[in-house]
């Protein structure tokens, strides 16, 4: 079955930077595009980035655009988030999705989640 499993999250100052990294199994990883989505406290998922297959188009929300990306390891079926100059709004459970920016939520397939806490 699919599987989805994020890692990476953790405390970090705020300008900082972290990688979170999803291992995906169960799926041909390689024909799917995959993306990023968030949830902070209270509020609902946000998605943030998109990867198509092969890796060459990359999408942004505004809110991280310029700070994050996404990138894919088709070898290792693993899926990527750089995130720099993090400020206490990223804080949140992010979590990698099967699909693209339209087709994440109907995909239903997405991991448990990592914690990132951005503060001083």
């Known amino acids: 079955q699919v599987q989805l499993v994020e890692s990476g999250g953790g405390l970090v100052q705020p300008g900082g930077s972290l990688r979170l990294s999803c291992a995906a199994s169960?799926?041909?990883?390689?024909?799917?595009?995959m993306s990023w989505v968030r949830q902070s406290d209270g509020k609902e998922l946000e998605w943030i980035s998109s990867?198509?297959?092969?890796?060459?188009?990359?999408n942004y929300a505004d809110s991280v655009k310029g700070r994050f990306t996404i990138s894919r390891d088709d070898a290792t079926n693993t899926l990527y988030l750089q995130m720099g100059s993090l400020v206490p709004e990223d804080s949140a459970v992010y979590y990698c999705?099967?699909?693209?920016?339209?087709?994440?939520?109907?995909?239903?397939?997405r991991g448990q989640g990592t914690q990132v806490t951005v503060s001083s």
């Open positions: 990867i198509n297959t092969g890796g060459r188009i990359r």
């Open positions: 999705a099967q699909g693209g920016r339209s087709s994440w939520e109907s995909s239903g397939y």
């Open positions: 169960g799926f041909d990883f390689r024909y799917y595009f």
